[in-house]
């Protein structure tokens, strides 16, 4: 079975830092891109970023609103993804799920259940 | 890109046809995807490229596109259809959803 699992969310006060991790099974980590998003309690969903296969070296894309602040990383030895926030605002309060990402017709599936990440002092 | 998705929410009966529009401000060469999100999980993949149906999605739901414009259609609802409705485009960074429409029970 196909499984992503999010750890790592927690109470952070803004300007700090967290780590989320997004544990991979059931299929070949190492073959498919990987994405990370967000949604807001009550809002809709938002795009956060992406990270490529080792045959795309690795490269990543994000979104304007976390670049230069957050990072998404991979450990495929690990079938593991990351999401390092730093700097952190009220508005980064989210729920934020890892996704696998089809390479062929780019399809998000499935998604991870989520892990919620709640910034205020 | 930006999607515009109508309605932002809508009220319907088991049984009825639902049209869900999703309109981009551009070409997207029809690398649009279509999930369907119930309150508290994670969104599930409905559509793919516009109009492929993932495995293990009932044959009710279909997708089309003209141009820049992008149909969700459920076909006779059902009780579990009942749920927020988004579109996403995956051509060009960065990668962009829609509102969401929300499909209320009548």
């Known amino acids: 079975e196909v499984q992503l699992v999010e750890s790592g969310g927690d109470l952070v006060q803004p300007g700090g830092s967290l780590r989320l991790s997004c544990a991979a099974s059931?299929?070949?980590?190492?073959?498919?891109?990987m994405d990370w998003v967000r949604q807001a309690p009550g809002q809709g969903l938002e795009w956060v970023g992406r990270i490529r296969k080792r045959a795309n070296s690795y490269t990543t894309e994000y979104a304007a609103s976390v670049k230069g602040r957050f990072t998404v990383s991979r450990d495929d030895s690990k079938n593991s993804l990351y999401l390092q926030m730093n700097s952190l605002k009220s508005d980064d309060t989210a729920v934020y799920y890892c996704?696998?990402?089809?390479?062929?017709?780019?399809?998000?599936?499935?998604w991870g259940q989520g892990t919620l990440v709640t910034v205020s002092s | 890109i930006q999607l515009t998705q109508s309605p932002s929410s809508l009220s319907a009966s088991v049984g009825d046809r639902v049209t869900i529009t999703c309109r981009a401000s551009?070409?997207?060469?029809?690398?649009l995807l279509w999930y369907q999100q119930k309150p508290g999980k994670a969104p599930k993949l409905l559509i793919y490229?516009?109009?492929t149906l993932q495995s293990g999605v009932p044959s009710r739901f279909s997708g089309s596109a003209s141009g820049t414009e992008f149909t969700l259609t459920i076909n006779s609802l059902q009780p579990e259809d009942f749920a927020t409705y988004y579109c996403q485009q995956v051509t060009n960074y960065p990668l962009t959803f829609g509102g969401g429409t929300k499909v209320e029970i009548e």
């Open positions: 551009q070409g997207i060469n029809k690398f």
């Open positions: 996704a696998r990402v089809d390479t062929t017709t780019y399809w998000v599936d499935p």
């Open positions: 490229t516009a109009s």
């Open positions: 059931g299929f070949t980590f190492s073959d498919h891109y």
